[in-house]
T-cell receptor, first 114, second 112 residues
């Protein structure tokens, strides 16, 4: 597709379960970002991939969160042993990787932890 | 660490008026600022970028300013319309090559 695609769009899980969220960036975009947005809040930076460089993981809230980007394209955000406070919309964005490149966002994955 | 702040209170204005939203940042001035629009249940959409050496940028009914002395950017929508109602987010780079951090956003409601 032409835009950033995220799946699933909605995920309901039980506390303690692991979840995986997927992001398909725009083809050719070298930069990929994950953000978290809680209800009524702004975007919280989680992790940033740029080409083959080591990812910037400085925003990951705990070691239960991890992300990988395979082949410089698709990315998966994994949350282990989910907690209720992990409930939020997880947004993925990609950009061309240029210094001032605008971000193109997906529609997000809404995670609800019961 | 760099921070970016937006007025979290909603801005309510009458159709046809000019809406002005504020974005304040801390520490050093970023090379640029970006503004995004977010509708409920959707991902943010890029609107405008303004560089540090640009005082003003325009796009149709939108105007953005960048004041490095005040450490502030203003976002204006002239002749506002109900369709402009949305949350507007300001973003800056923070550390890293292109790591973007966002303000909390300001919700704008334009009433007929």
């Amino acid at each position: 597709g032409a835009g950033v695609s995220q799946s699933p769009s909605n995920k309901v899980t039980e506390k303690g379960k692991d979840v995986e969220l997927r992001c398909d960036p725009i083809s050719g975009h070298t930069a990929l970002y994950w953000y978290r947005q809680s209800l009524g809040q702004g975007l919280e930076f989680l992790i940033y991939f740029q080409g083959n460089s080591a990812p910037d993981k400085s925003g990951l809230p705990s070691d239960r969160f991890s992300a990988e980007r395979t082949g410089g394209s698709v990315s998966t955000l994994t949350i282990q042993r989910t907690q209720q406070e992990d409930s939020a919309v997880y947004l993925c964005a990609s950009s061309s990787g240029q210094r001032t490149g605008e971000l193109f966002f997906g529609e997000g994955s809404r995670l609800t932890v019961l | 660490s760099q921070k970016i702040e937006q007025n979290s209170e909603a801005l309510n204005i009458q159709e046809g008026k000019t809406a002005t939203l504020t974005c304040n940042y801390t520490n050093y001035s970023p090379a640029y600022l970006q503004w995004y629009r977010q509708d409920p249940g959707r991902g943010p959409v890029f609107l405008l970028l303004i560089r540090e050496n640009e005082k003003e940028k325009r796009k149709e009914r939108l105007k953005v300013t960048f004041d490095t002395t005040l450490k502030q950017s203003l976002f204006h929508i002239t002749a506002s319309q109900p369709a402009d109602s949305a949350t507007y987010l300001c973003a800056r780079i923070s550390g890293g090559y292109n790591k973007l951090i966002f303000g909390a956003g300001t919700r704008l409601a334009v009433h007929p």
